[in-house]
């Protein structure tokens, strides 16, 4: 029963880790300055259908897992975890396809930000196995950087004069503290679990 177990605990981690990893990849794609704006967003949307479908078969497999496995202890907390966070991260795939709808509308600090949104991602993936609550620490504190970056953007947006740019400006910006902010869910679960 065991062996069982582990086996369709880790294909539900790997379900969930390949979900991190495509939305790695989607901010990587969207921060390369040669790739030509149609194929990003091409792109993006497909990394986005890979995240939603690992997201499917990560919750499948959990509930199969607790109905057919009974998982105690580390392995139950990591269960309830994954099955947690899943939509989290989904919704961050959603994000990034929203920001990659606009490339460019928010300026040079944009650009920042989009380099923080891929830190926090490849961070959290790095703290997920083998399980490091120091690296998920690092995510909550890149996620304030990026609030913060928010914020000043949307005092600066508010003292302009609106229009399409200045909208499209502000979309992108809340896209991009959304997808933070889920990052930063899954991070603060992560820590609870291994500390």
Same mark, same amino acid.
């Given at each position: 029963?065991?062996?069982?177990?582990?086996? !369709?605990?880790?294909? +539900?981690?790997?379900?969930?880790?390949?979900?991190?990893?495509?939305?790695?990849?989607? %901010?990587?794609?969207?921060?390369?300055?040669?790739?030509?704006?149609?194929?990003?967003?091409?792109?993006?949307?497909?990394?986005?259908? !890979?995240?939603?479908?690992?997201?499917?078969?990560?919750?499948?497999?959990?509930?199969? #897992?607790?109905? #057919?496995?009974?998982?105690?202890?580390?392995?139950?907390?990591? $269960?309830?975890?994954? #099955?947690?966070? &899943?939509?989290?991260?989904?919704?961050?795939?959603?994000?990034?396809? /929203?920001?990659?709808? $606009?490339?460019?509308?928010?300026?040079?600090?944009?650009?920042?930000?989009?380099?923080?949104? $891929?830190?926090?991602?490849?961070?959290?993936?790095?703290? &997920?196995?083998?399980?490091?609550?120091? %690296?998920?620490? !690092?995510?909550?504190?890149?996620?304030?950087?990026?609030?913060?970056?928010?914020?000043?953007?949307?005092?600066?947006?508010?003292? !302009?004069?609106?229009?399409?740019?200045? *909208?499209?400006?502000?979309?992108?910006?809340?896209?991009?503290?959304?997808?933070?902010? /889920? *990052?930063?869910?899954?991070? +603060?679960?992560?820590?609870?679990?291994?500390?």
């Amino acid at each position: 029963m065991t062996a069982r177990l582990d086996e !369709q605990l880790g294909a +539900v981690r790997g379900q969930f880790l390949a979900m991190q990893d495509h939305l790695v990849a989607q %901010l990587r794609v969207m921060g390369d300055p040669g790739r030509d704006s149609a194929q990003v967003q091409a792109d993006v949307s497909r990394l986005d259908l !890979q995240i939603d479908e690992a997201e499917r078969a990560a919750v499948q497999g959990v509930l199969r #897992l607790l109905a #057919l496995q009974s998982p105690v202890a580390r392995d139950l907390r990591l $269960t309830v975890l994954i #099955l947690q966070s &899943t939509p989290d991260l989904e919704r961050a795939g959603d994000y990034a396809r /929203h920001l990659s709808r $606009t490339p460019g509308a928010a300026g040079p600090e944009g650009t920042l930000v989009l380099g923080d949104l $891929t830190l926090m991602a490849a961070t959290l993936r790095a703290a &997920t196995l083998p399980g490091d609550a120091a %690296l998920a620490a !690092q995510v909550r504190e890149l996620d304030a950087r990026v609030d913060a970056r928010f914020e000043a953007a949307m005092t600066d947006l508010i003292g !302009q004069p609106g229009g399409p740019g200045a *909208l499209a400006a502000a979309a992108w910006w809340r896209s991009a503290e959304r997808l933070g902010d /889920h *990052l930063k869910n899954v991070a +603060v679960r992560l820590e609870d679990l291994y500390t």
